[in-house]
């Protein structure tokens, strides 16, 4: 069974920086997607940003130029997430997510606040 752990999260100016940390329990076997998932108050959960293991990126229209997703290139359980330019609007819990050989899996979630 993987485990998900996020950290970083916080409150922070508009304007400012965020970075999200997801660490996977155990070893990560074949074809991967990791990503990020948020969901603000009233609204349902949103994709944010994934990367497979073959490197190919997606993004929402709302966070791009702004959020970048990456892996620990040492380390192939951790990936990231950097919020720069942050606004009020990515409030949100933010999510982690793992989609490994079909089976799928989700971290605790993070607060993020971004005050105005």
């Known amino acids: 069974q993987v485990q998900l752990v996020e950290s970083g999260g916080g409150l922070v100016q508009a304007g400012g920086s965020l970075r999200l940390s997801c660490a996977a329990s155990?070893?990560?076997?074949?074809?991967?997607?990791m990503g990020w998932y948020r969901r603000a108050p009233g609204k349902q959960r949103e994709l944010v940003a994934t990367?497979?293991?073959?490197?190919?990126?997606?993004y929402a229209d709302s966070v791009k130029g702004r959020f970048t997703i990456s892996r620990d290139n040492a380390k192939n359980t951790v990936w990231y997430l950097q919020m720069n330019s942050l606004k009020p609007e990515d409030t949100a819990v933010y999510y982690c997510?793992?989609?490994?050989?079909?089976?799928?899996?989700w971290g605790q979630g993070t607060q993020v606040t971004v005050s105005s």
């Open positions: 997510n793992l989609d490994v050989l079909g089976a799928n899996y």
């Open positions: 155990g070893i990560i076997f074949g074809p991967n997607t």
């Open positions: 990367q497979t293991s073959g490197g190919n990126t997606r």
